[in-house]
């Protein structure tokens, strides 16, 4: 069968890597905030897991009204098997990558100037937080 798995076939051993990345990851001046490495500004994301490192930069996504959480985009796999410096290197490239995608994204509040990532836009005009201190969301 074409599925089938070659009896030469065997499990290769990675390369155990989990202190270094973490060391390098809070070189970085990531922490952990809900699950995900992420800079100060919430700005960007990284999700671990065994196949490796997932960058996105961060987005609001909505269960209700009053729910909301943290939505990754833009997401870049990395391998965490590679040499330390070239994860770095690569690391590095990603960061500056969906940052710069987030900056794309980015749309401006009519009402207090300042911009958003989508999730936290009320409507095409005006933030999630000045539609609720204005109290008239439905002129959004």
């Given at each position: ?38 800079d100060a500004g919430h700005a960007i994301g990284i999700a671990r897991s065994p196949a490796g490192l997932f ?14 959480f943290s939505e990754m985009r833009d997401v870049v ?64």
């Amino acid at each position: 069968m074409w599925w089938s798995v070659s009896v030469r076939e065997h499990a290769v051993a990675l390369q155990d890597t989990s202190d270094a990345v973490e060391s390098l990851l809070l070189r970085l001046d990531l922490r952990v905030v809900g699950g995900l490495w992420s800079d100060a500004g919430h700005a960007i994301g990284i999700a671990r897991s065994p196949a490796g490192l997932f960058v996105g930069w961060l987005d609001v996504g909505w269960i209700a009204p009053d729910d909301p959480f943290s939505e990754m985009r833009d997401v870049v796999h990395l391998v965490e098997r590679v040499p330390i410096e070239q994860l770095s290197r690569d690391l590095d490239f990603a960061i500056s990558e969906v940052k710069g995608l987030r900056a794309e994204h980015l749309r401006d509040c009519e009402r207090c100037d300042e911009r958003f990532v989508p999730g936290q836009m009320y409507g095409a005009r005006c933030c999630h937080s000045c539609a609720v201190r204005d109290g008239d969301v439905g002129s959004c």
